[in-house]
C-alpha cells in the first residue's frame, strides 16, 4: 500500500515491490500475458500486468506493473506506440516507395484480423508517423509511430497492397509506449540477479531496474492535493475543490472543443505520491465543486 507522505523515492523495498513498475524487454517466444505471470512470481507480489499487448514473436518494451500498480492500465490507453518492423514485400519494391508509405500517415480504416480477441469491425487509427529506415532487397525496415490499438500486422498488409507487390509483416519490435521507451530496458535475467542481490542485502540493483509506479504517469497532467483530501479520496470520495493545491490543469475546457471526454489526469500529494486516476471535470480555483472525478483509486 502507498503511503500518502512519502516521497516515492523514499519508499522502503516492500513498498516499491507492492507499487512499482518494470520496464521490461519482451523476449521472442512467451505471450505478455505469460511473461506478466514471470515477473508476479519473480517478484512475489500478487499481481502483475502488461501495459499493452504484445504476440509471442514480437519484442522489446513491455511496461509491467506490480501490485497496487495495476490500477494504472487506463494511462496506456492514452499514450502512443513506437515500433521498428520488417515488411516483407512479395515482388521488389517499386521507385515510388517512400511516396506511397508516406500515404499511409494520418487517420486509417482498420479492422481487426481475424484471430484478434476483439470485435471485428471497422474502426479508426491514426499513425503519427511512418519512416523508411532501410531497404534490402524485398525487405524494408519501417519506424512506425502510432495510436494504441494500432494492428502493425494489417498495417503491413494494406502496405503491401498499395505497393502493388502484395506484403506481410515479418519480425517485430516495440520500441516505445508512453512513457516508456528502449533507452533502459530490463531483461528477466536482470530483474531475477537484482532480487537475489536484494535477498542478500544490497537493494541497490532492484531500485535500478524497479522505478516508482509515478513513472507511469510522467506524461499525464497532475492535480496537487492536501493529505488531508487525498485520505477522503483514498475512501473513494471525489476531490473537490478546496482540498486542491495546484493543477496543472486551469479548466475543463482544456479539453478541446464541448464535448470532448474530460482529460485524464493524475492526482499527487505534495510528496509526488500517486493517490487516483480520474476525469477533470471542475474548477480548481472555485470555493466548491467537484473538480476531478474517480475512475481508479491507487492507494
Keep these: 500500500m502507498t503511503c500518502l507522505r512519502d516521497p516515492p523515492d523514499d519508499r522502503d523495498l516492500d513498498a516499491l515491490l507492492a507499487f512499482g513498475v518494470v520496464n521490461l524487454d519482451k523476449p521472442p517466444g512467451p505471450?505478455?500475458?505469460?511473461?506478466?505471470?514471470?515477473?508476479?512470481?519473480?517478484?512475489?507480489?500478487?499481481?502483475?500486468?502488461?501495459?499493452?499487448?504484445?504476440?509471442?514473436?514480437?519484442?522489446?518494451?513491455?511496461?509491467?506493473?506490480?501490485?497496487?500498480?495495476?490500477?494504472l492500465?487506463?494511462?496506456f490507453l492514452e499514450g502512443r506506440k513506437e515500433y521498428v518492423a520488417v515488411l516483407e514485400c512479395h515482388g521488389r519494391p517499386p521507385a515510388d516507395l517512400d511516396?506511397?508509405?508516406?500515404?499511409?500517415?494520418?487517420?486509417?480504416?482498420?479492422?481487426?484480423?481475424?484471430?484478434?480477441a476483439v470485435a471485428r469491425r471497422l474502426?479508426?487509427?491514426?499513425?503519427?508517423g511512418l519512416d523508411v529506415l532501410e531497404t534490402r532487397d524485398r525487405q524494408v525496415l519501417l519506424r512506425i509511430e502510432c495510436a494504441s490499438g494500432t494492428y502493425i500486422r494489417k498495417l503491413c498488409h494494406d502496405l503491401g497492397l498499395a505497393l502493388g507487390t502484395g506484403a506481410h509483416m515479418g519480425a517485430l519490435r516495440r520500441t516505445a509506449t508512453d512513457p516508456f521507451d528502449d533507452r533502459d530496458l530490463v531483461t528477466l535475467h536482470d530483474l531475477a540477479d537484482a532480487l537475489a542481490f536484494a535477498e542478500d542485502g544490497d537493494e541497490e540493483p532492484i531500485r535500478e531496474v524497479v522505478a516508482p509506479a509515478e513513472r507511469v504517469l510522467r506524461d499525464?497532467?497532475?492535480?496537487?492535493?492536501?493529505?488531508?483530501?487525498?485520505?477522503?479520496?483514498?475512501?473513494?470520495?471525489?476531490?473537490?475543490?478546496?482540498?486542491?493545491?495546484?493543477?496543472?490543469?486551469?479548466a475543463p475546457r482544456d479539453a478541446g472543443e464541448s464535448g470532448d471526454e474530460p482529460?485524464?489526469?493524475?492526482?499527487?500529494?505534495?510528496?509526488?505520491?500517486?493517490?487516483?486516476?480520474?476525469?477533470?471535470?471542475?474548477d480548481p480555483d472555485g470555493d466548491s465543486g467537484t473538480v476531478v472525478d474517480l475512475e481508479r483509486v491507487l492507494v
Design 31 to 71: 505471450s505478455a500475458h505469460q511473461v506478466a505471470g514471470w515477473v508476479r512470481d519473480l517478484v512475489g507480489v500478487d499481481r502483475a500486468a502488461h501495459a499493452g499487448t504484445l504476440d509471442p514473436k514480437v519484442t522489446g518494451c513491455l511496461p509491467v506493473t506490480l501490485g497496487d500498480a495495476t490500477r
Design 73 to 75: 492500465a487506463p494511462v
Design 99 to 116: 511516396d506511397v508509405v508516406a500515404e499511409f500517415e494520418g487517420e486509417l480504416y482498420q479492422k481487426p484480423p481475424r484471430k484478434s
Design 123 to 128: 474502426r479508426t487509427r491514426t499513425v503519427h
Design 220 to 250: 499525464l497532467p497532475t492535480v496537487t492535493i492536501a493529505p488531508s483530501a487525498a485520505e477522503q479520496v483514498a475512501t473513494g470520495a471525489p476531490v473537490y475543490a478546496p482540498g486542491v493545491i495546484d493543477s496543472e490543469v486551469s
Design 263 to 282: 482529460p485524464l489526469v493524475a492526482c499527487v500529494t505534495p510528496s509526488g505520491a500517486a493517490v487516483c486516476l480520474g476525469r477533470f471535470v471542475g
